[in-house]
């Protein structure tokens, strides 16, 4: 196995703000949103109507088609509306909006263990499905859709993703630390599924105390091992894990399956060993509230549909007389930026950073022209030429970019902007230039049909 | 809490801390070593071209972006860089006008006339200098120390002599202000540990320039040979600061492997075959502008469409290396290494022969000028003490004159009849002019000849003519002494008309080779 992927770079790691703070309970007072689409695929549909009573656990609404999630209601209350809110893209999306009642109340049928030695693998499947599961890494590709590839005997490694190579976040840290011989479990019930796997858990090693956590917990199982990985963004991207543990690279238009892997976060995993032991459906998961603007940073166990207004209030609010200039959901490389914090927090959000500066605007002014220095292909996972799309774009020569560059191989990681001297937007027109590839590619399909 | 905006943008939303005059920074603090050392040997006169090439880049700059409106770039630190650079490539004799010169014209038109920073299409500390090597060639290549006319050091190799590897390694030696190869790799290879300046160029530039000249320089892989070429005529200064320059060299790996090989391989062609100065600087323009050809056709592909990556995703073994390198690059390569083992071979299997013919050659134009003499006879101790002059200018008074070789005359039964000394004096006025003088034991001159002459046909070329030639012949005198004509006296020489430079060349070398004589030859103090 190689040591680590080919390029990368190391963004400062800001985990020491939150990296000490204990994984805390937060149950949300106020209503609860839930979007109908906050995974990969269609939008699920709503099972209950307004003034319908729910309980904890109880599906509200089901998965439309093969790629989607059903949606799990995380408290007890009445419908209040299903409606368009505004959610973290920005777009205004169809939501079920609870009226929270406070008490929490279960749904039946939840919370008792379960004996797992005789299960079969379509009992697994069904369950992981039932509970709604999603990948927590922040993609939220459906997860009983992974787990059944084509051909699950070609399946040679299941990857715990453990790596959490974003800055400020620590939440999975914390978790592995908790959770560990339950996060482990959670890979033997996936490998059932996979005759021919072996389980790797990849941790960074900027996580000490997690990698000798989940080492313990493999003690005397054959077939899992922990992989310690040298700290270096994007070394938790689904591709650079798979590089390292299969030292295979392969193209975007192919699935990890394809060449013999399936990756999940470490909190899927939690996910499928609660939803399989303990038949409970997926409502909450942990996140990191962190950055120099919050009062107590903090690492939560949430439940979805949660604002992220209440879970900022949760970790004491705003540093005094500081101004919130930026509040990003998820990590700083690949975390979207929010409009308002009165938006619900999805099944995959694993941070919420609010920070009193915004590089972007300080790189902004910072910006001059590119130097072909080429220190973006250096640290390009994909091994691409970023400083080269980034011409092709400019001079609106997209048949080199697609063709001769392989410019829509890239995975948004942000690296290249980041190490940019001059401070150009790389990953930013690469964004744009890919959605208006595919956006006229789409126009083009539609036209050809008429 | 207050609603306050909050700003909406697009990810990443971290940077990293360097930034374009951080860079730019690190490389002008990388020059510095190689600036104090060359101030310091050179003195005063350099340190004010360095002054004066960096006030004039950064202040050309500065008055273009106020000029035009444009936003502030004078501070970004490149044409800093660049007013170094240029400096630093500078003789420290050149006049004070020639950095100011060649800074604006670098900045100006090399520079923001291309649109700036990142746009120009070759390097501007080289245009600059090339420039002015063009532009007022007679000073720039004027290399003076403590007032007196030097060689570089590669121009005392291309002629054949020794150099000093030691001086010129720690810039004593001579040649421009940025001469010292020791400061020059001091800086270089920090800005490669720190990653700021790519391996693959330098490296690529040194290889392919030693590797070319070993090939081809007609001296095999001697190390002595080949490290007075590398540590002269700009090669580290080259490869490290001006090759890697980032808007004229290409960005991908291979890109920059070929465009450092290019480099290499067109200054070692330059310097064997062309004008021995300033092969490198030419190389390395040409090489620039090859530059957006090699961008646009050498473009490697992403890992997961290389050949590896495809085997691995079908679940093939590893391709082995051997298999993985085209057949026609091993094919190209094992052809040059033969051919470059059997040159060498060739070289030092012959290297006796000929010079045995050489002097055997020698020896028939020695007769013409020692007529008495039947054998000429080589001293190891001779030799030797012309090779300690290390190449250097022959004493005061004779211009460019070099000793090249001086060898003894003997009569049938071995007793000594007189000697001849070989001269090259390089102020012809086409080029480098090598003679012959025989000086019998009576201390008159028994005649010269031209070895190496190519003066002006119908002019200069008349020095070879017996009437020019035979007024040296016969006479018994300290020096000779050039008129324009009207030559009376025992020691005076009619110079040729319209060709003074060839005349006056002739007479110092001829002077010279007297002077070895009297000083060297005759008092014997050459014998152990």
């Known amino acids: 196995m190689k040591t680590t992927f080919r390029g990368g770079a190391h963004p400062k790691e800001r985990k020491d703000l939150s990296e000490n703070a204990a994984l805390l309970v937060f149950d949300a007072k106020g209503e609860m949103v839930f979007p109908l689409g906050q995974h990969i695929g269609k939008p699920a549909k709503p099972v209950v109507k307004r003034g319908d009573p729910v309980l904890v656990g109880q599906r509200i609404a089901e998965a439309d088609g093969f790629v989607s999630a059903h949606i799990i209601s995380s408290c007890s209350g009445k419908v209040k509306a299903i409606e368009k809110r505004r959610t973290i893209s920005g777009a205004m999306l169809e939501c079920v909006v609870i009226e929270n009642d406070g008490l929490y109340t279960m749904a039946e049928g939840i919370g008792e263990k379960h004996d797992i030695s005789g299960i079969t693998k379509e009992e697994i499947l069904s369950l992981v499905k039932e509970a709604g599961i999603v990948g927590l890494g922040g993609a939220g590709f459906p997860t009983a859709v992974k787990l059944a590839p084509r051909e699950p005997d070609k399946i040679k490694y299941v990857i715990a993703n453990g790596v959490e190579c974003e800055p400020y976040l620590t939440c999975n840290d914390q978790l592995m630390q908790l959770k560990a011989a339950e996060i482990v479990e959670g890979l033997e019930i996936t490998l059932k599924l996979f005759p021919n796997a072996v389980g790797v858990i990849g941790i960074e090693r900027n996580k000490p105390k997690a990698i000798e956590a989940m080492r313990k917990a493999c003690q005397g199982k054959e077939k899992i091992s922990v992989l310690d990985l040298p700290t270096k963004y994007p070394q938790g991207g689904e591709r650079s894990l798979i590089q390292v543990v299969a030292g295979v690279d392969f193209p975007t238009s192919k699935l990890p399956a394809d060449v013999g892997c399936i990756v999940d976060n470490v909190g899927t995993l939690y996910a499928i060993y609660r939803a399989v032991v303990y038949h409970e459906p997926l409502f909450s998961h942990v996140m990191t509230v962190s950055g120099d603007a919050v009062k107590n940073p903090a690492n939560l166990i949430v439940r979805d549909g949660t604002s992220f207004r209440e879970i900022m209030e949760e970790c004491g609010g705003l540093k005094e007389g500081v101004t919130l200039k930026k509040a990003l959901v998820g990590g700083p490389m690949m975390g979207l930026t929010l409009s308002s914090l009165d938006i619900p927090i999805h099944k995959t959000t694993n941070g919420l950073l609010l920070l009193s500066q915004d590089e972007n605007e300080i790189a902004e002014a910072q910006m001059t022209a590119c130097l072909h220095c080429g220190r973006c292909t250096t640290v390009c996972p994909q091994g691409l030429m970023p400083q080269m799309m980034a011409e092709a774009a400019e001079r609106g020569n997209l048949e080199r970019y697609e063709k001769k560059l392989y410019g829509l191989e890239c995975i948004a990681c942000g690296t290249c902007t980041y190490i940019c001297p001059a401070k150009r937007p790389l990953t930013q027109v690469f964004k744009q230039v890919k959605s208006e590839i595919l956006a006229a590619r789409r126009a083009a399909a539609a036209g050809g049909k008429k | ?528």
């Open chain 2, 1 to 528: 809490m207050s609603n306050a905006v909050l700003n909406i943008s697009s990810g990443p939303h971290a940077r990293d801390r360097w930034t374009t005059r951080f860079i730019m920074l690190m490389v002008a603090a990388a020059l510095l070593p190689a600036t104090i050392v060359g101030i310091a040997v050179n003195g005063v006169h350099a340190g004010l071209i360095v002054l004066l090439s960096v006030v004039s880049a950064v202040g050309t700059e500065f008055v273009f972006d106020t000029l035009c409106h444009k936003p502030k770039t004078y501070l970004d630190g490149s044409a800093l860089v660049t007013g170094l650079l240029l400096a630093l490539s500078l003789s420290p004799s050149t006049p004070l006008y020639a950095p100011v010169i060649g800074a604006i014209f670098a900045i100006l038109i090399a520079k923001l006339c291309f649109g700036g920073l990142g746009k120009n299409f070759i390097n501007p500390a080289l245009a600059g200098r090339c420039f002015l090597l063009i532009s007022f060639g007679k000073d720039m290549t004027n290399f003076e120390i403590d007032g007196v006319s030097t060689a570089t050091p590669i121009a005392v190799l291309a002629e054949g002599h020794a150099v000093d590897i030691t001086k010129m390694f720690l810039g004593t030696g001579g040649g421009v202000i940025g001469a010292s190869i020791l400061a020059l790799l001091v800086g270089g290879l920090v800005l490669w540990a720190m990653d700021i300046i790519h391996g693959q160029i330098w490296i690529s530039v040194i290889v392919g320039f030693t590797v070319f000249m070993g090939l081809f320089g007609g001296q095999g892989f001697d190390p002595y040979f080949l490290l007075a070429h590398l540590c002269g005529g700009g090669v580290v200064m080259g490869a490290f600061f001006m090759a890697t320059d980032y808007t004229t060299s290409p960005v991908s790996r291979l890109g920059q492997t070929v465009y450092g090989v290019m480099i290499g391989v067109l200054g070692a062609l330059f310097r064997i075959y062309g004008s021995a100065a300033d092969s490198f600087s030419y190389s390395i323009i040409i090489a620039n502008l090859f530059t957006p050809l090699i961008e646009t056709y050498i473009v490697p592909k992403p890992f997961a469409y290389r050949k590896a990556a495809i085997a691995a995703q079908n679940g093939e073994e590893k391709v082995p290396l051997l298999k993985r390198i085209p057949k026609p690059v091993i094919t190209l390569a094992v052809i040059t290494l033969l051919a470059g083992v059997a040159l060498s071979g060739v070289y030092s299997a012959t290297k006796d022969i000929i010079a045995k013919q050489k002097r055997a050659e020698a020896a028939a134009s020695y007769k013409a000028v020692l007529p008495q003499a039947e054998e000429f006879v080589y001293s190891d101790a001779l030799d030797e003490l012309i090779a300690d002059m290390g190449g250097e200018i022959y004493s005061n008074g004779y211009g460019k004159s070099y000793i090249r070789e001086a060898v003894i005359g003997t009569n049938a039964s071995g007793e000594i009849v007189g000697y001849v000394v070989s001269v090259t004096n390089g102020d012809g006025y086409k080029g480098d002019i090598t003679l012959s003088v025989g000086i019998s034991l009576d201390d008159s001159v028994s005649g010269i000849s031209f070895t190496e002459i190519s003066e002006t046909p119908g002019l200069g070329m008349k020095a070879t003519e017996p009437e020019f030639m035979n007024q040296f012949s016969g006479k018994n005198v300290e020096s000779f002494v050039l008129l324009k004509s009207g030559a009376a006296a025992e020691n005076e020489i009619d110079g040729l008309s319209g060709a003074t430079f060839t005349s006056r060349a002739v007479v110092n070398g001829v002077n010279a080779g007297l002077s070895f004589y009297h000083n060297v030859l005759k008092g014997g103090t050459w014998i152990e």
